[in-house]
């Protein structure tokens, strides 16, 4: 059974930037059927695709945030993770970890727990 | 750009049917899933490719898709089922998942 957990810190300042780490278990995070996402969902509201890494390094982002991302994959440690840049109070959420099994009409099949990150002063 | 449109909340009492629906431009030329999010809880896969069920998932969950509308359908609701539901296609000009704004489904 694949699992995913994330960490980092819970507490972030405005303008600073945004870093989190999922680590992956149960599973190979160099399957050539899958990639790795990260979504978030601010408190009350829906879930928002941030971006994704392929096993070979290739990254793929919201446009919406293309210019504050960057994505990147330890496939020797089994994790990938997520920085976004110039934080602001708006990028308050519940962050989530996920594998996306690419078929054309991708589907995220496994999820971690998620994660709040606040940003305040 | 693509938009998925789904009912802010559904209320159905329990051992009824549910149907939560998902809308969007001629949807049924695309491949929905389902999600299932229970308070603070991430994301469960439910439906993938409009009707397939994942392992574990109980056989009361089904979907359909057709024309301008997508169904996720709850036979005989329990009050474990009550959660918010989100559909979710893939975008294909943009080449990311879209998802739809969420239902929250209520077992009266």
């Known amino acids: 059974q694949v699992q995913l957990q994330e960490s980092g810190p819970g507490l972030v300042k405005p303008s600073q930037t945004l870093s989190l780490t999922c680590t992956v278990s149960?599973?190979?995070?160099?399957?050539?059927?899958?990639?790795w996402n990260w979504i978030r969902q601010p408190a009350g509201k829906g879930l928002e695709w941030i971006g994704r890494?392929?096993?070979?390094?290739?990254?793929n982002y919201n446009p919406s945030l293309k210019s504050r991302v960057t994505l990147s994959l330890d496939t020797s440690n089994s994790r990938f993770s997520l920085r976004l840049y110039s934080v602001t109070a708006a990028d308050t959420a519940v962050y989530f970890c996920?594998?996306?099994?690419?078929?054309?009409?991708?589907?995220?099949?496994?999820w971690g727990p998620g994660t709040l990150v606040t940003v305040s002063s | 750009s693509y938009m998925l449109t789904q009912p802010p909340s559904v209320s159905v009492a329990p051992g009824l049917t549910a149907r939560i629906t998902c809308g969007g431009n001629?949807?049924?030329?695309?491949?929905v899933h389902w999600y299932q999010q229970k308070p603070g809880q991430a994301p469960i896969l439910v439906i993938y490719?409009?009707?397939d069920r994942p392992s574990g998932i109980p056989e009361r969950f089904s979907g359909s898709n057709s024309g301008n509308t997508a169904t996720l359908t709850i036979s005989r609701v329990e009050a474990g089922d009550e959660a918010d539901y989100y559909c979710?296609?893939?975008?294909?000009?943009?080449?990311?998942?879209?998802f739809g704004g969420g239902t929250k489904l209520a077992v009266l």
């Open positions: 149960g599973g190979s995070i160099s399957s050539g059927s899958h990639y």
């Open positions: 890494i392929y096993t070979n390094g290739h990254t």
């Open positions: 001629n949807i049924g030329s695309k491949r």
């Open positions: 979710q296609v893939w975008d294909l000009i943009g080449d990311h998942p879209l």
């Open positions: 490719y409009d009707s």
């Open positions: 996920a594998r996306a099994y690419s078929s054309g009409w991708d589907y995220f099949d496994y």
